[in-house]
């Protein structure tokens, strides 16, 4: 072990000599809504122009057992944000809190080691008209209403949850026009403001993201790229929607439109990252937030359409959407590039899941990791230098769902119905173990009951699923 650790520093030695910045550069980019499928490096489907997204894999590490904390928006970034499962803090699913100001983000971490910080695109971690618990704690004058509008939010009490306020300097927060900001494309510098930018909503956030790079490359940065697509509403310019020809359904082509402008943006990153000298000391880490909802029937809605529909993406080869605890609302596409540090065209398959993203982080910013965090540094198994797993369990509870990974296994409870899968075999999740192995099905459980107990609302449910009902109904139906 020893060895190992000291081949482990001299690695990162090299990469300091060679670069003369110790401390990497950081840029975590996540997709919204975007399945498993839904990069060519994965190899499930042909229809994909993302080949800058696959050259990240081609000289970088292409994740194959790679999760998020939960199948939902909100607690999945605030996993990933803070490092740490969000049930412990009491965001279990969207409509409940904001991510709490008692808890401490990666750039607020990454700001103290002397990294600049900043973002760009989807936030939505603030309070908004959905968060019941926090308008009764916070807003006790509306108490007897019976449903909240936006408008009932006064913008003074979404002030400190601001991204300007979680540690990213500079911040371009926002989805589609209008965006809260504190620096503009143009260069300059304002204070955190609403502003107006025109642009196709995927170009601005590319824009906002290179503008960052360009001005703050001469120190370390950490930067959140968090793209607002492909989920809902659809929207793309013929630019990208004239790349896909072929027929097929118009919310497919949306998708793939939306994908593809992702796709420009990462290569027009990786040339900016070239220009100012710094592509090879820096490390980009590719996650979508969770899988992609189907609606079950995948029905081809007219994009004017803009509620809650299929938005066009895959989980392929895996069973369920967003929402399930099954491997198609959390196992998604996950890349890490890092010229200077890791090895290139490696495919690594033992599971990890995005809470390591903030322990990698840290540890690559000189930081000591606090015990509080439930991730882990990457960069030694990444490398090989660590041989054994990451992680020796997974975990994951939302709505009446409860989830462990141990190894090649999964224990899946879904209100009183359990199921135990080898999540590594062609069978996958359509294929129940847990008569076979009652044994090990009681001793996942047993650890998972453990885990809940630690959380801000302990245990994991007993009932009949509720919302749940009709995905496991047509999932599952035979399992």
Known sequence: MKIKITAFFILMSIVSISFGQEKPNVIVIFTDDQGYADIGANGQVDDLKTPNIDMLAKTGILVTSGYVTAPQCIPSRAGLLTGRYQQRFGLDHNGIIPLPLSETLIAERM????????????????????????????????????KYSPDDIPFEKKIPYMSSNRGFEKTFQGYGNNFWATYTLNGKEIQAQWIKQEGYRLDVQTDAAIEFIEKNSEKPFFFYLSYFAPHVPLEA???????????????????????????????????????????????????????????????????????????????????????????????????????????????????????????????????????????????????????????????????????????????????????LFDVTTAEHETKNLIVDYPDKAMQMKKKLLDWASELHVKGISETEIRREKKWYDHYFQNK
Request: with cysteine; glycine share 10%.
């Open 237 to 419: 310019t013929k630019k990208y929607l004239d790349r896909f020809p072929e027929e097929m359904p118009i919310r497919r082509k949306y998708c793939l439109a939306m994908l593809s402008a992702i796709d420009d943006g990462i290569g027009k990153i990786k040339q900016t990252l070239r220009k100012m000298g710094v592509e090879e000391n820096t490390i980009i880490f590719f996650i979508s937030d969770n899988g992609a909802p189907l609606k079950i029937t995948m029905e081809d809605k007219p994009i004017s359409f803009k509620g809650g529909a299929w938005d066009g993406s895959l989980n392929t080869p895996w069973v369920g959407e967003k929402g399930m605890l099954s491997e198609g609302g959390i196992r998604v596409p996950f890349i890490v590039n890092w010229p200077a540090g890791l090895p290139k065209g490696k495919v690594y398959d033992r599971p990890v899941i995005s809470l390591d993203v903030a322990a990698t982080c840290l540890s690559l910013a000189g930081i000591d990791l606090p015990k509080k965090l439930d991730g882990v540094n990457l960069i030694p198994y990444l490398t090989g230098v660590k041989k054994d797993a990451p992680h020796d369990a997974l975990y994951w509870r939302f709505w009446d769902q409860s989830a462990i990974r141990m190894g090649n296994l999964k224990f899946l409870k879904v209100g009183n119905r359990e199921f």
């Open 111 to 146: 700001q103290e080691a002397g990294y600049v910080t900043g973002m760009t695109g989807k936030w939505h971690l603030d309070p908004n008209h959905q968060s019941k618990e926090w308008i009764i704690q916070n807003l006790p004058e509306l108490k007897d209403k019976k």
